[in-house]
């Protein structure tokens, strides 16, 4: 069964450092979403993306986030500037039709800012 | 924008106990109520959702039911196993977003 996949599975990096966090969708899903999730707490919703422009962001998703699909496969989330607060699980997700369907999860990414 | 209330934050409940999780939500709009349980360390799994246009589903130990009027939507789930010990979220979709609930932890004791 085909899965969302995510890489790294945890990156460590300094306070003001810029980092990318890659997933990979399901090959025929159209709509893809980042989460994130600090420890011990909630999911919250970040983003969604379809035909290659934002569809909907949270208050979360300030300036300091950006995301992409460089190509045919690869979704990635950009942190320009880490801050500690930014430490957390975060997950991408895909579906194949968008609204009022089912999310498939990736395994995560574990992000330690220091 | 969305706002969802989720209660209790920890339940525990005997093996073969049900266990019943509520949720409220703010915005009329929402039309998809998906469930998802997370287990230590997982990603979120969905266990069941139930769209604006029905009122009640049903999969074997679980069922939702959903109130459009009074904006709240319920997890049951009943002979609980020691295995439904997890973290449950409960969520809701307008369009592309969807916001979770604060989760709750339950616990099944053999």
């Known amino acids: 069964e085909p899965e969302v996949t995510q890489t790294p599975s945890h990156q460590v990096t300094q306070m003001g450092q810029e980092v990318i966090l890659r997933c990979v969708p399901i090959?025929?899903?159209?709509?893809f979403y980042w989460y994130r999730q600090i420890l011990g707490q909630k999911v919250e919703f970040l983003v969604s993306f379809y035909n290659n422009e934002i569809s909907e962001k949270s208050e979360i998703f300030d300036d300091q986030f950006s995301v992409e699909r460089p190509d045919g496969s690869n979704f990635t989330l950009k942190i320009r500037s880490t801050k500690l607060e930014d430490s957390a699980m975060y997950f991408c997700a895909s579906n194949p039709t968008g609204a009022r369907n089912e999310q498939f999860f990736g395994p995560g990414t574990r992000l330690t800012v220091l | 924008g969305e706002n969802v209330e989720q209660h209790p934050s920890t339940l525990s409940v005997q093996e073969g106990d049900s266990a019943v999780i509520k949720c409220t939500y703010s915005d009329s709009a929402s039309n998809y109520f998906p469930w998802y349980k997370q287990e230590l360390g997982k990603r979120p799994q969905l266990i069941i959702d139930i769209r604006s246009n029905v009122g009640e589903k049903k999969d074997q130990r679980i069922a939702v039911t959903l109130n459009k009027t009074a904006k709240h939507f319920s997890l049951h789930i009943t002979e609980t196993q020691p295995e439904d010990s997890a973290v449950y979220f409960c969520a809701a979709s307008s369009n592309n977003d969807m916001r979770f609930g604060a989760g709750t932890r339950l616990t099944v004791k053999p």
């Open positions: 090959s025929n899903h159209l709509y």
